[in-house]
């Protein structure tokens, strides 16, 4: 029995299935979602020949520390922004050993958000050593925390296999 909704766990199936058979690696670099896509994808037998690490960057620090992220980006732009985004997947792609890393911040409220920034916000990036960088800004809208992390998780996916060319 998964701990994933019925599509996610068939989803992470299907990447764990096709990275593994390509010989791929993934890592993950998490805000929002503070670590369901690594827990969703690691929730699969086999995962270890897919799943590198996963980066749990819940802190502005965190994300400077463990990601790379430039303070004066976080400064400029915010935790939640396209900017933070793609430095998040710089971080994790080449602070691995993986061939492809998906990142992903936003606001998962039910506080923290503001008229720039609304609850259910989230910025997502995917990038393949080998290919360009895939950034897509989501705007989920108040549907609770657990639908917007849970949502983040589906599009995270969609991500991963568009960066990879499956």
Do not use: W
């Amino acid at each position: 029995m998964s701990l994933f909704a019925a599509d996610i766990e068939e989803t992470a199936r299907r990447i764990v299935a096709d990275f593994s058979a390509r010989g791929l690696m993934l890592s993950t670099a998490e805000s929002c979602t503070g670590g369901l896509i690594a827990g969703a994808l690691t929730d699969i037998p086999g995962s270890s020949a897919v799943v590198d690490r996963g980066f749990v960057t819940y802190t502005n620090e965190a994300k400077m520390d463990m990601l790379g992220v430039n303070a004066a980006t976080l400064e400029a732009f915010g935790a939640v922004s396209r900017e933070t985004a793609l430095q998040m997947v710089n971080g994790a792609l080449f602070r691995s050993r993986s061939n492809l890393a998906v990142a992903v911040t936003g606001v998962a409220g039910p506080g923290g958000g503001s008229k720039e920034k609304p609850v259910g916000l989230v910025h997502l990036a995917a990038r393949a050593r080998s290919g360009a960088i895939l950034h897509r800004e989501m705007h989920y809208g108040e549907i609770g925390r657990t639908e917007i992390r849970l949502a983040t998780v589906r599009t995270a996916f969609e991500m991963l296999i568009e960066a990879a060319g499956i």
